[in-house]
Each structure stands twice: as C-alpha cells, then as structure tokens.
C-alpha cells in the first residue's frame, strides 16, 4: 500500500474523537507518513493527551486539565468510549508505526516541567527516532533544544514569520508549520531554500489540496480529512515525493 505522505491532525478526527487512541490507530491505518498529537500536564504531572486547555468539549467533565490528577481525568469519558490518553499510552500503540509530531501546549509557565516530562516518556518508550516535539510557544521549543541536543524540532504560528530563520537554525529546528492562508510561494521558497520543511495546515478542501499539488508538492500538509487526502494523493503523482 501507497503510505500517505501527510499529517493526520489529531488523528481522524473527522470519524474518532481526536486525540484519542482509536483516532491514532485510523490513521496508522490509512499508512499515513505522520501524525500530530497535543499534550499537556495533569495535577500530579503526567503528560495527557488534549487539544483544549478544558475538558468539556472533548469528555463529560468540566474544568481544566491542569486541575485534576491523571486518576481523576480516567474517571471522565470521551464520547461514553474512551477515557483520556497519556502520552506514553500513545507512544507505545504508535511505537514502530508512523511518525509523530508531538505539540506541547506550553503557555508561558503554566505547565511546569512540560518538556522534561515528554522528553522522559519518549526516552521511556524508545521512540525518539519518529518523535518531533513542536509547539507555538517558540520558548518552550528552544529550551526543548537545551534539554536535549538529539530531538526533532518543529515551530508552529498562525502567520508568516521571515524573520524567524536565525532562530529556527540556532536550535537546530527544521520543521515549520504555517496556516496555510498566509502561504506564498515567495515564503515558500524561503522555508525549502533554508532546508526547512514547510507544513502548511489545515489542507482540508479540494480546493486546498489542488494548490497545494500545484504550488507546493513537496510540503508536508496537515489534514483532518484523512481519506479524501489519500485518495487525492494517491492520484497526484506530482506529490509523491521523496524527502
């Protein structure tokens, strides 16, 4: 089978609840290249598996993450099938299988320790050879770096940022997500000229998908709509690049 060269963003989020490990393994299933996840710290300071700060949207609970233990988040139910995953939980089912990127989501101080914790848990499973650690607060990424010299890196922003290659290079990062409206390809040719991979996100329309097979077939897209990205892939051979 063709693997998909993409980003499954959460998952499948569009037929899972996201970030959960039923979503994780549909897009292990669809041979997706990579996939993303969000992490943040419980009370007692085990790294969990969540794209919001609060729980409401995604469980039967209410509150924030960071004010329950992990015993207490196991107690609430994601869509009445599963419960909140940690992050070594997903390391493990995705150990071997598919590349991840892990987004920290450090803001600021509010998550003390962050990086060392997801640092340790991927040194505890022995996945460090398909983990990037990426993230929007560029401070958290740095002292990721400090941290240890080994990790991949990743940036993520909400704009275009042409300044912010110097920075990217004093640590060692060559991975830069970018919302795929202020995508150009003067900015384009910014990012590959550096051999920085561009990630645009979200690729979610067909309209999306055909500038992207178009203007950009050597970025790595981020998508929720993992199957008509397959099928959208496997047609375009333009994408099918080897990087």
């Known amino acids: 089978m063709v693997k998909i060269r993409g980003v499954a963003h ?11 490990l039923s979503s994780f393994q549909a897009a292990v299933d669809l041979s997706f290249t990579h996939l993303e996840l969000d992490v943040h710290l419980s009370k007692d300071g085990i790294p969990v598996l969540m794209h919001d700060y609060a729980i409401e949207r995604m469980s039967d609970g209410r509150g924030n993450i960071r004010d329950y233990t992990l015993d207490e988040l196991k107690r609430f139910s994601i869509k009445g099938i599963e419960t909140i995953p940690t992050l070594e939980e997903a390391l493990n089912l995705l150990k071997g299988k598919i590349s991840i990127l892990i987004e920290l989501k450090q803001s600021g101080d509010l998550y003390p320790g962050l990086e060392e914790k997801a640092l340790e848990i991927i040194r505890k499973t022995d996945t460090l050879d398909q983990s990037r650690i990426i993230g929007f607060d560029h401070f958290s990424i740095a002292k990721t770096r400090q941290l240890n010299k080994d990790i991949r890196l990743g940036l993520c922003c909400s704009g275009s940022m ?54 950009y077939p050597t970025d790595l897209i981020t998508t929720n709509e993992l199957e008509c990205w ?3 892939y496997r047609n375009h051979t333009e994408l099918h690049v080897d990087i």
């Open 10 to 20: 959460r998952g499948y989020p569009v037929k899972y609840p996201e970030n959960t």
């Open 162 to 215: 042409p300044y912010v290659f110097p920075f990217m290079e004093e640590i060692d990062c060559d991975f830069l997500g970018v919302q795929l409206r202020f995508m150009t390809p003067q900015y384009a040719a910014m990012i590959q000229e550096r051999g920085i991979i561009s990630g645009p996100w979200p690729v979610d329309t067909l309209a999306d998908m055909e500038l992207i097979a178009a203007k």
């Open 230 to 232: 397959a099928e959208f």
